[in-house]
């Protein structure tokens, strides 16, 4: 009983910050692109989030909040298959919620969130549904999004794997309706970005999990104890890195996959960690402290970022610039009774969310933040300027 409290103060605490995280954010470009021009299950879940809830950060972000919680809350369920303990459990659930990428899954809106929410909800359910009902979910998720095709190709591996041939098809079958209608991009000249793959996965994992992660994949390959999670997962990263070779690679298709691998990651973490006499144990323990501390820091400073302002010449290298100045900026503006302007096809778009419309009558032109000449907006965080913009009246007589 004690562990289910634990896990429910993780999962509060972990919803209390992320909400109030939404304060400290704005609506990205892509996002607003995601609200006004898309037609995606994800879009339209947004939008009746911004009718029923709130016409504002809270309405937009709600739900890839509760995506995220009811991940988290599907992770606890699948680590029972795999880990035995309950404190364990409880600690695979508790760096599941720090890394980097699944922070940032749960608070901007993309299709990461999602994807991670249906991988999770597939393997919960795989054992305990019958095939036909799995096989219609998976048309389903062929419905949704490009990223659950590499899904198919790793159930089509590991049912061919398990001699399941009708099941093989089926999937190769969801697969190839998935490129036809959302379609592959495979053109241009090769150019290698393995390094970049790489360096991107370790942001997303840290890279002492990440390690880890690919170690633990590898390893089970010599072994007989490979199942439907292995596969995904294996098959998932192989295909992001041979296409590194040739091409830059969308991590956010590939890394929800490696995700959905940590309770594998944790039973073999745990399996070696209790198979040594305890004097041997130091440099697992070692590691595991080492990677909590790197995830913790890592959290804070994600939470924390506006104070990286201060450290940076150029704002726009900022890991969350995109998420920042419009709401800021759009406050401005309504300070000085101005409720429609002309500016850029990106910040246009953002500041409509909050309700700057677009008219001939204002003009807004970004400037260079160390620019010399007079400027009447500035946008600023910790006394640091990040933003800095002229708003002219447009005389059109």
């Known amino acids: 009983m004690t562990s289910k409290y634990i896990l429910f103060l993780i999962l509060g605490i972990d919803a209390i910050i992320l909400f109030l995280q939404t304060s400290q954010m704005s609506i990205s470009y892509e996002e607003a692109l995601l609200i006004y021009e898309s037609t995606s299950l994800l879009s339209t879940m947004v939008r009746f989030s911004l009718d029923t809830v709130a016409n504002n950060d809270f309405g937009l972000r709600l739900v890839m909040i509760l995506l995220h919680i009811l991940s988290v809350l599907l992770m606890y369920l699948i680590s029972k298959r795999y880990i035995y303990t309950e404190r364990n459990r409880l600690w695979l659930i508790l760096i599941f919620v720090l890394l980097p990428g699944n922070i940032s899954a749960a608070v901007v809106v993309n299709d990461a969130g999602l994807v991670i929410f249906g991988l999770l909800l597939f393997v919960y359910l795989y054992e305990k549904l019958p095939q036909l009902v799995l096989n219609i979910l998976l048309l389903v998720y062929s419905l949704i999004d490009i990223s659950f095709a590499y899904l198919f190709l790793g159930l089509a591996v590991y049912y061919l794997n398990i001699k399941k041939n009708y099941n093989f098809l089926y999937v190769m079958a969801l697969y190839l309706l998935t490129s036809y209608i959302y379609g592959f991009e495979i053109s241009g000249i090769p150019t290698g970005h393995f390094l970049d793959v790489i360096g991107v996965y370790s942001a997303i994992f840290t890279p002492i999990i990440f390690i880890y992660i690919f170690y633990t994949l590898y390893r089970r390959f010599f072994t007989s104890n490979v199942d439907m999670l292995w596969f995904i997962s294996s098959t998932a990263l192989i295909i992001s890195l041979v296409l590194?070779?040739?091409?830059?690679?969308?991590?956010?298709?590939?890394?929800?996959y490696l995700m959905v691998a940590l309770p594998l990651?944790?039973?073999?973490?745990?399996?070696?960690?209790?198979?040594?006499?305890?004097?041997y144990r130091t440099r697992y323990k070692l590691i595991f402290t080492v990677s909590f501390l790197f995830l913790f820091l890592n959290t804070v400073?994600?939470?924390?970022?506006?104070?990286?302002?201060?450290?940076?010449?150029?704002?726009?290298?900022?890991?969350?610039?995109?998420?920042?100045?419009?709401?800021?900026?759009?406050?401005?503006?309504?300070?000085?009774?101005?409720?429609?302007?002309?500016?850029?096809?990106?910040?246009?778009?953002?500041?409509?969310?909050?309700?700057i419309g677009k008219c001939q009558l204002n003009s807004l032109v970004e400037l260079k933040i160390d620019t010399d000449k007079v400027v009447n907006v500035t946008v600023s965080y910790k006394n640091t300027p990040v933003y800095k913009a002229n708003v002219t009246k447009i005389n059109n007589i």
């Open 244 to 256: 590194s070779f040739r091409q830059r690679v969308s991590i956010e298709y590939f890394a929800p």
């Open 265 to 279: 990651v944790a039973q073999s973490f745990i399996s070696s960690y209790r198979s040594r006499l305890k004097m």
């Open 301 to 355: 400073v994600v939470f924390a970022n506006k104070e990286l302002y201060t450290y940076l010449k150029n704002p726009q290298k900022h890991f969350a610039y995109e998420v920042h100045i419009a709401k800021e900026l759009a406050e401005e503006l309504k300070k000085r009774n101005i409720l429609c302007i002309t500016t850029n096809e990106e910040m246009q778009l953002r500041l409509k969310f909050y309700d």
